[in-house]
Each structure stands twice: as C-alpha cells, then as structure tokens.
C-alpha cells in the first residue's frame, strides 16, 4: 500500500493494531485524540509511526516533527497523506 491509496479507515486500522486492545476497544476514528481517547504516549506514537512507515512507504524519519506535533488521528492521516 502506498499513501495515496491509503484510505482513513485503514490508517485507523494501523493505528489500532499498535496500540493496546483497551484503548482500541471501540475502534479508532480520525476525530479521536492521540491523548485523551486513545492514552497515546511519546512511545505509543513511535511504535504508530515505525508501523505506518512500513505499511505505506512513507519516510517518517523526515516528518517526525510533524508526528510529535500531532494530537488527533486526523493529523496522522494528514501526515501520511503527504507522505
């Protein structure tokens, strides 16, 4: 998959299998906060951005600012989209 074919759902989706079931358990939807609904931390967002990179191709170590700066899934998506 690369990121102009990636779709929210299956973003959301990567995001989902990487963080624990608990915080996944009603599904992850791309106007969730990182923080607030998911409980993501710096390690949890590390762990997303390693997975989203080997899933999409995109290059996360170039765009780990705007990672770090994220604070909703629809900020990830956004990021991925560049790609």
């Known amino acids: ?36 609904d998911l409980g993501i931390d710096s390690l949890a967002l590390m762990s997303i951005v390693f997975v989203l990179e080997e899933k999409t191709g995109i290059d996360a170590f170039a765009r780990v600012d705007a990672f770090v700066a994220a604070e909703s899934v629809s900020d990830i998506i956004d990021i991925v989209r560049k790609g």
């Open 1 to 36: 998959m690369n990121t102009s074919q990636a779709s929210d759902e299956e973003i959301c989706g990567i995001i989902a299998s990487v963080i624990p079931k608990k915080a996944a358990k009603g599904g992850v939807r791309p106007d969730m906060s990182l923080r607030g």
